[in-house]
């Protein structure tokens, strides 16, 4: 039997409307990598924040070698040997990786100076201790963010920590950076004999690295059981509380006009670079097309430039068989097309609106949610509101509540709510499941799917080969701004696929199947 | 957005403090409530060591040699101010002196409100109401002389002035000055430059270190409390300067040479006796020029160095004799 | 009525009144110190600003400006274009006004008075125009374009005032007076308060009506709070900024001429004495939330009649305001810190009370 390191016993926590834990009893072993996974706003950050001291536990005792520990603030929790790199990272990013490092407990010269050599002499030792490849003089913003990360993680290990606790840690990182993490954590347990404890939402990641897996929901714990033990089914039916299962999706046979085509079009991205070389293709009412690509290749411009938010430097636009000359956001929407946009909180939402305000945008000067011009007509876009909300299944205490409060699946849903409700014909959907978890995804392909069977035409980017392999019709590839091959699905497999995305293999344009 | 809001939040700290004058304690409550009480309401504030201070020192001259009671009312060159302080003052005293040209409406319109207190307005010209005797003074005249010691010290054959504002009544300075110093020598350059301010010492050192750049040794100070600053620069730049409103030689008498004083306190301090006494022609302006002894000259105490000898003095003399002879005519601004 | 109360940010309320309080029992302790007695002064203070109808008349007649200024500068800041040019463009307004009335003398007071205050909200209106467009077409950032803009306007209308425009009446650095078809008329006894805070009400309640209940007001907010997820949304953000700075100018513009229309009855070198900041200050005390504009507008009001009556009464210095003020001021910056404190805090009390009935 494994030695116990925490014991959390009966840890409750009330927020304001909101009990986030609720008699949650987690043990921790020593030397293991323990896996917190649940869904978003299922109480595991909070359940962290109150071991690293941040929230005081409405009730409850914890236990650190069989000791009762009080923990009432972050630096307790850094005496007991308690680190936690959170999710978005709190560095300063004019300074050096060193000054960083060393920042809260500065080695110091003549008592009041920080002593700079001392510190990039500290960072330069840490980091070799621990096989981290990081030059302490570079500057924070000159980062990559998965050595961003890396830099939490000596921060925390500077302060002496025994425990580290990470919050979400795959969330901003590439899978080349998910690994090359993996193998840091790995190490920090087999050769330093730290204890990890990683928070997440990702199943594959919690079958890849953990020891021991505890599953939270609705801010209880369900339960703790070693991974070998554990599959993705087993795991995602605890998470979710009923068996989720990818299964294939009624799709209606929808045969439609084209509806959206694009000819030879050119962009650039924001340093005026071109990202976008002569991309072709066309889009039929009742089909999903799905661009895969590996991110970065011109996706996202690829969105903008259809929704009229970057500027069609060269090529030819149809929306029904019509040129489009005048490009704009305002018009694009007038001619029926909707946009989920690929960051909700950058694009598709202001986080400081109300639910309300958040699912007006686009009505705001239509009738009859405007009356005598501009007399928001608030009866009527409440009842549309609170039609929303029940519809699609937004979780929120009511409609005046600020959308930074609601969780990120439940953010995505007011985006898709919103675009959804216009009923467009065409809807240009961007990473529409990016960071929401189980159940908020598999409702969301749900609501694709019937917009396609309904007739509309759909246009689906993500990142993630599973989604368009599930959702498509059709798939373009798209690789360097320039499209290297077009498949129907069913024809064709992942490992296809990835060559194409990658550019090594190319069919050109020449396959357009008109 | 934060690091914004946080920005104009010092913007509006500075602001406010430009508004904010430094004080002293001022209410001299005697004993007796049957004391004539005067209220002197003036426009900035006290501390300028100048202008609005001469005023104080003629209200506490009364006090101690009539036996009057006073109270201050600053209003700190916040126009919103002058009705409420008039209005407060009014309420308070039967007689208000009332310093600072910026008074012009408010006065009459207050005067009438209050036909029992007795006005003295000082720095202004208002005829025709009753109990309203306004004060003005010639600082053409006493600027002249000014002008004329100016140029009789300068070695670059430069002099200068900084002016608080471009307004009527400083340019009554500047051309009694120019006047004066062309007097005595035709050829002689003056430089003028105006603060825009009175309250501010470092616009005052400013422009007196730009008019000592461009080779005047010498500068008049017409600034209230920012020709402080001129003051200043004549220290740092070993350079001279000539103070205003009251002899301000003891401030640093090194560099000050001499002040062309206006006896603001001693105008008020005589009318004040003359409203007791019951001498007063109602409703007049009554001038102070050099006839009068209203301006002249300062030159400190004995113990101070003495940069003006007492061949220049005589000469001097000479110059005011021909002013109030009428021999000389000082040219005038308003 | 719940519906209402649903929207109010009831924990900001309290942390700002909060913030109030503790910088009037700072300002007590400097009372004490000085050898004051806070009880007398804050009597005084509070007397001095509501005692007596003459008192909160000039309390009110104080607000006039502030209300205006604030709204402009509430309005600007919700849209996400900051306005830090109020004062140049109060000081343009009041010229232009004071420009009417001295020019169309003959006009009768229904024609002249509308003519004057649209005219000073024009040239109000242009004079923030300027620095918006190179905000929206140029980017350049307009904090530092208004506040440089300040500066002309004060230097521009000194020299009018003081040559071509100045009074040959006495010494003066002002205009000739306004025709008197022009004056607004005075509503108590030697206060300066007038009509204006009639007009006033009327254009807090169109801008009040504008910024939370039309699809204008709905679009200046997302603009200022996501510029991105306006454009995304089809709102076409520089003309919106565009709008809302001219808004904001022609409010400031049109304190100036209340200024001049109502209490000097003539343009003078140094009309305001910082209003547009005093303005700004409420608008940010308010949280650009135009209810709050009016409120802390007349809070900041009171504050100042109220502490020039403290002064004359008990000899405290007037600039004590300034220190509670400050104070405010600096409570608002920390203020994200401080609410957070302040919730903290109820919480370990709620935890411990929990605690308790626990044990």
Redesign the interface.
Known sequence: MAEKLIELKNISKQFPGVLANSNVNLTINKGEIHAIIGENGAGKTTLMNILYGLYEPTQGEIFIDGKKAVIKSPLDAIKQGIGMVHQHFMLLPSLSVAENVVLGSEPKKKKFFMDYDKAIEITKNLAQKYGFKVDPREKIEALSVGVQQRVEILKVLYRGADILILDEPTAVLTPQETDELFNVIRKLVSDMNKTVIIITHKLQEVLAISDRVSVMRQGKLIGTLPTQQADAKILTEMMVGKEVLFHDLHREKVSGEKVLEVKDIKAKDNRGLTVLNGVSFSLRAGEILGVAGVEGNGQSELVEVLTGLRNLEDGDYFINGKKITDVNPSNMRNLGISHVPEDRLTMGLSKEASLWENLLMGLQHKKPFVVKKIHLNKKKIFERTDNLIKEYDIRAIDRYMKVKKLSGGNMQKVVIAREFSFDSPILIIAQPTRGVDVGATEFIHNQIMRKRNEGAAILLVSAELDEIMRLSDRIITIYEGSITGEFKNKEVTKQTLGLYMTGKQNKLKGSEDN | MKRKVAILLVFILMASTIFTGCSSSKTQNGDSSEKTKVALVIAGGLGDRSFYDSAHEGVEKAKQDLGIEYKVYECRNDASLYNDQLVQASQYASIVAVVGYEFYDVVQEIAKEFPEVYYIYVDNEIEGIDNLITISYAENEGSFLAGALAAMLTKTNTIGMVGGMDIPVIRNFQVGYEAGAKYINKDIKVETIFAEDFEDPAKGKECATAIYSRGADIIFQVAGKTGEGVFEAAKEQGKYAIGVDTDQRYINPDVIVASMVKKVGQSIYDTIIKIQNNEIEKGKVIYYGLKEDGVGLGYGTDDMKQFVTDDMKAKLDEIKEMIVNGEIEVPTAK | MREAM??INLSYIISLALSIFVALIIGALIMLINGKSPFIGYSALFSGAFGSK?NLA?TF??TVPLVLTGLGTAISFRS?I?N?GGEGQLYLGAFAAAYIGITFTSLPFFIGIPLAIIFGALVGGLYAFLPGILKVKYKIDE?ITT?MLNTVAV?FT??LV?YPF?TTQ????GTE?IAQSYHLRRLV????LNTSIFFMSFIAIVIYYLME????G??F??VG??R?????????DKKQMLIAMVISGALCGMAGVFEVLG????F???????YA??G??AS?MAKNNPVGVVLMAIFLGALK?GS??M??AT?I?S?LV?VI??II??F??GE?GFKDKFVLLN??R??KK??ET?A
Do not use: C
């Open positions: 649903k929207k003459y000039t007649a104080k996400g900051f830090i904090v506040i230097l000194s020299f003081n100045a006495g010494k003066m650095n007076i006894k030697l206060s300066t209940k039309t699809s204008i709905y679009d907010k997302m709070q996501n991105m997820f306006a454009r995304y949304g089809g709102i076409n209490v000097h009855y003539r003078l070198q140094s009309i305001s004495p910082g900041w005093d700004m200050l940010l009649t020039v009556s002064e004359n000899s210095p600039e300034m003020q400050a001021v600096l608002i910056a994200a919480i370990k709620k935890s929990a605690g626990n």
